[in-house]
């Protein structure tokens, strides 16, 4: 349980430091995080040596290809504080996948991001009603904010038209606590790879 919060802050953590970091260098110690997750991925940065040399470059160029959508441009490659959180994000992602199911649910008192008082759709009683579901939309809101500090006025515009469609679809889910999982997972990855 303790590791699972530790994890929850942690990405909460990472998420504004990524956001503040913009183009600033990474530790050695960032680095070499950065090469092993891109070495565990099958990206070959030419060694976890804590060094953000070109084998380093050319991993980090090849995952942004992969998770590119398809028909938009890829992002040029840089060993930065927002590459950290775009890879670590999809090792975690994947690393939770491999594990097996998520750890049981925090007995902590989670809040969503919207005022539970004022939530009127079986979609927001649901996600009041649910500790997991409630962490989502918490994790998923401060996502959201920090893309969008780091967007001009036409990015934010698109972020928002992604959030609109992202609630059209999660309040389609009704009360099925399932398929709102699913909708913000869905939807956090595709902003991650998005912006």
């Known amino acids: 349980?303790?590791?699972?919060?530790?994890?929850?802050?942690?990405t909460l953590v990472l998420v504004m430091s990524a956001a503040m970091a913009g183009a600033q260098s990474l530790s050695r110690k960032d680095v070499r995080q950065l090469q092993f997750m891109l070495t565990e991925m099958g990206y070959r940065p030419g060694g976890i040596d804590g060094v953000a040399g070109q084998g380093?470059?050319?991993?980090?160029?090849?995952?942004?290809n992969d998770i590119?959508?398809?028909?938009?441009?890829?992002e040029q490659a840089r060993i930065d504080g927002t590459a950290l959180f775009r890879v670590r994000f999809k090792y975690d992602r994947n690393h939770r996948a491999v594990s097996g199911p998520p750890p049981a649910p925090v007995r902590t008192v989670v809040r969503p991001s919207f005022d539970c008082a004022r939530a009127g759709t079986p979609t927001e009683l649901?996600?009041?009603?649910?500790?997991?579901?409630?962490?989502?939309?918490s994790?998923?809101?401060?996502?959201?904010?920090?893309?969008?500090?780091?967007?001009?006025?036409?990015?934010?515009a698109r972020l928002l038209e992604e959030q609109r469609g992202f609630l059209r679809g999660r309040d389609a889910c009704g009360a099925n606590a399932g398929c709102i999982n699913n909708a913000y997972r869905f939807h956090m990855d595709r902003i991650a790879v998005m912006f």
């Open 139 to 156: 994790q998923m809101a401060a996502q959201y904010q920090s893309i969008r500090r780091r967007l001009s006025n036409a990015g934010r």
């Open 1 to 10: 349980m303790r590791r699972s919060i530790l994890h929850v802050v942690l």
């Open 126 to 137: 649901a996600i009041c009603a649910d500790a997991n579901l409630a962490q989502l939309d």
């Open 68 to 74: 590119v959508a398809p028909g938009a441009v890829p």
């Open 56 to 64: 380093t470059l050319r991993a980090l160029q090849a995952f942004e």
